[in-house]
């Protein structure tokens, strides 16, 4: 099979399922999971719920479809059964929503759930906080938005018992940084609340007696009455999940600030899973993957790594007479959850997913999994092959690389997606522009006392107080009415201003971008493909917020990609430092993204038909903090630019490690005259060059250390090449970084 693709085929076994004997879940408990077809529970679930129910909290490392639902759904019922409430947080709205369906099971046994979010209805919102339910089932932006009215959810706070944090691994990086101190001040919450439920406990002390508390019936079947008042002590719980990361216990300890317990979850059933890796060739890997996928003719879940991808793939299928369904980000709930639906059923036989995919929707079994493209990272890649074979039938897992180093890298060497190490997650709590934002919001929780942080936290607070954003009476921070404004404004995420895509003809909305991507697909000329449509841009109109689309009604097969530059400019000097003998500056810079032209391009071979720029370019610009390095003392004529270029690339690549960061918030450029700016990603920046400037000689040490123990000879994913390049990892020279790094070490050591 797919020989004609030249295939090279890696099997992977099949593992069979090991189960707990002896583990009890008792009364009408056992007979919900029973009616779910759960007669026994693997190995890994017992010890999750084991150890939760020895007051310890863990983190379960396990793939997809292991069955991770029951290891927090157990002690989540069992404490509503006993009055105490738990909140659960996903990392997106519509992952909550299909998990609702399965909470909602329990409904049976007096366990009322209820998801809370940016979709929730505002009436719906204010019953909820009327009648808290025991379990909440929201989002991080959500909880923040909890946390600053912490007084309205003060009942549900007080009889806090568990804190599922699902898919913790989505964390990493900036948003991760920002999740750690979001847990710090909900503690801080919740031991405020259990304060105030105890005094409320003593007022009401009469009422209590006659009887207020939870009873079970005797199969401990239900609620008779939930208790009011704080839990008398009881510390919360932090049960989390994990894909399968290299430091899944640090990483939930970084996030929770507690200690952890792993538990790994290898004990649900496989089937064989047959990998082949295809090479992208005529056809492009839009037409390799669907042929493939044809040709392999079973439940197939094509992955594409973009949007634009994932329309391209249903575009092609049409003039193939493939019936081919997308499921991404930005659709309608509606037309969502009918694709689930639809896949689950069978009605659907193939469909071409993007990310939207890998974090735990329930979509049920497929048979096939074709990656176009290779995934990006190793943890990526595991999570869409962890689609296939999850009833424990034989499955296939296919790669179609295409022609990039990357790929190249990984279809030349599979077993380092198969079987090598995973990477590793990073947050940090306390970097320096995330957490005043979360001191200042912490004070609008509660009232901050000086006794409650330390040395650092005091001085930013002092800070915040220089600026009118805090006040300080007899040792107790508060906000101000600026403050106030502040707190309420501050997004976890730093969304930018969206474009909404309306099609010409009739007016009606399509769909929406950020602006920040939008100028990269809907710009003047632009092929634009949605839903298997193909429609042409008219261009953007950024004053209105708007891109006209129209539809395309002939059969061509072109499809477009931008052409880009970018640049930096600095605005403001912050500070300078010396690395021997390369300067280092930081401050304020202004990043310029142009889209000035496009290339039609053939869907099926890729192939570029001509370039064409646009009358006006379009510019995504923003203002944000960078340090830059000037190694213009090292300049040596030759490769210099290569070798800076690549000492960008590999520098960059070691900056997590120091800063809690992802790779992706980090951007880079460098220039011929041997400048080199590192900038942060965000609009306004959130403090990651501050903290990597001064650690800026280490950074070299690792990219040096990198180098030398990299075995390739000119340059592969271990050491100089990046999925974030814009010069498709052209234009660098190994040799050339290792010895820029090595003279810069050598001039700090004399």
């Not at 996903?90 to 007096?110: C, H, N, V, Y």
């Not at 989505?170 to 801080?188: E, F, P, Q």
């Not at 049960?239 to 792993?262: D, L, P």
């Not at 697909?521 to 193909?534: N, S, T």
Request: charged share 30%.
């Amino acid at each position: 099979m797919l020989e004609e693709f030249g295939a090279k085929w890696v099997v992977q076994k099949a593992r069979t399922a090991k189960y707990e004997e002896n583990f009890e879940v008792r009364g009408a408990l056992h007979e919900v999971l029973k009616g779910r077809g759960i007669k026994k529970l693997y190995l890994h679930q017992a010890e999750a719920i084991r150890k939760v129910r020895e007051g310890k909290n863990i983190v379960l490392m396990a793939p997809t479809a292991s069955g991770k639902t029951e290891c927090y759904m157990v002690p989540v019922v069992e404490a509503a059964l006993q009055g105490k409430c738990s909140l659960l947080l996903f990392p997106t709205k519509a992952l909550s929503r299909d998990q609702w369906a399965r909470i909602r099971e329990f409904s049976m046994l007096g366990v009322r759930s209820e998801v809370y979010d940016g979709d929730t209805p505002a009436s719906k919102r204010a019953r909820i906080r009327a009648d808290m339910p025991h379990v909440i089932i929201t989002n991080v932006d959500m909880l923040h938005f909890m946390l600053c009215h912490s007084r309205l959810w003060e009942d549900f706070f007080s009889r806090l018992k568990y804190v599922v944090v699902d898919e913790i691994h989505a964390y990493s990086g900036n948003l991760g940084s920002h999740v750690a101190n979001l847990m710090w001040r909900m503690k801080r919450v919740l031991k405020n609340s259990k304060r105030a439920a105890k005094k409320k406990d003593r007022a009401q002390k009469s009422l209590l007696e006659v009887g207020a508390g939870v009873e079970l019936d005797e199969r401990g079947a239900g609620l008779k009455k939930i208790k009011k008042g704080g839990l008398m002590g009881n510390e919360v719980r932090f049960i989390a999940s994990s894909a399968t990361v290299f430091n899944a216990h640090e990483f939930a300890q970084k996030i929770c600030g507690e200690e952890f317990h792993v538990v790994k979850g290898e004990s649900a059933p496989t089937g064989k899973v047959m990998h082949a890796v295809l090479e992208e060739g005529e056809g492009g890997i839009v037409g390799i993957s669907l042929k493939a996928a044809k040709q392999i003719g079973k439940k197939t879940i094509i992955f594409a790594n973009s949007h634009n991808v994932a329309e391209r793939l249903a575009l092609v299928a049409q003039n193939m007479d493939m019936e081919l369904a997308v499921y991404r980000s930005g659709l309608p709930a509606e037309e969502r959850r009918d694709i689930e639906a639809g896949f689950r059923s069978g009605r659907i036989r193939t469909m071409a997913a993007t990310s939207a995919l890998e974090l735990g929707m329930d979509v049920g079994d497929a048979d096939c999994a074709i990656m176009c493209g290779f995934a990006g990272t190793v943890t990526r890649m595991r999570q869409r092959i962890g689609r296939v074979g999850r009833k424990g039938q034989d499955a296939y897992a296919i790669l179609v690389a295409k022609n990039n180093a990357l790929d190249a890298y990984y279809a030349q060497n599979p077993k380092n997606y198969l079987e090598g190490e995973a990477e590793s997650c990073y947050a940090n709590k306390d970097n320096e522009y995330i957490r005043r934002v979360h001191l200042l919001c912490a004070a609008r929780d509660f009232a901050l006392e000086q006794e409650e942080i330390g040395k650092n936290d005091l001085k930013i607070c002092k800070k915040l107080v220089e600026e009118g954003l805090l006040r300080e009476f007899s040792g107790v921070f508060m906000p101000t009415r600026e403050g106030t404004i502040f707190a309420r404004k501050m997004s976890l995420r730093g969304a930018g201003r969206s474009i909404r895509i309306i099609d010409a003809k009739g007016g009606k909305v399509l769909g929406e971008r950020e602006f920040s991507i939008a100028i990269g697909e809907l710009y003047a000329g632009a092929i634009y493909l949605l839903g298997g449509k193909r429609y042409s841009s008219l261009g953007i109109d950024a004053q209105e917020g708007v891109a006209k689309v129209r539809r395309i009604e002939d059969d061509s097969q072109y499809y477009t990609q931008a052409l880009r530059r970018k640049g930096a400019e600095v605005l403001k000097m912050h500070g300078e430092g010396k690395m021997g003998d390369v300067k280092l500056h930081m401050g304020e810079v202004h990043i310029t993204n142009e889209v000035y032209g496009y290339m039609l391009k053939d869907s099926y071979t890729g192939e570029v038909i001509y370039k064409k720029e646009i009358d006006e370019p379009l510019v995504h610009e923003f203002d944000t903090m960078a340090f830059w390095a000037d190694w213009d003392e090292f300049a040596c004529g030759g490769e210099f630019a290569d070798a800076l270029h690549a000492l960008e690339h590999v520098s960059i690549s070691m900056m997590p490690a120091i800063s809690g960061s992802d790779p992706s918030e980090i951007g880079g450029i460098s220039y011929p005259s041997g400048r080199i700016f590192y900038y942060e990603g965000s609009e306004g920046g959130s403090g990651l060059a501050q903290i990597i400037m001064p650690r800026y000689a280490q950074v070299v040490k690792m990219s040096l250390e990198r180098l030398r123990k990299c075995g390739c000879k000119e340059g592969c994913p271990k050491c100089i090449f990046s999925p974030q390049c814009g010069n498709s990892n052209m234009h660098l020279d190994k040799d050339g970084a290792a010895r820029l790094a090595q003279k810069a070490i050598e001039k700090i050591l004399n």
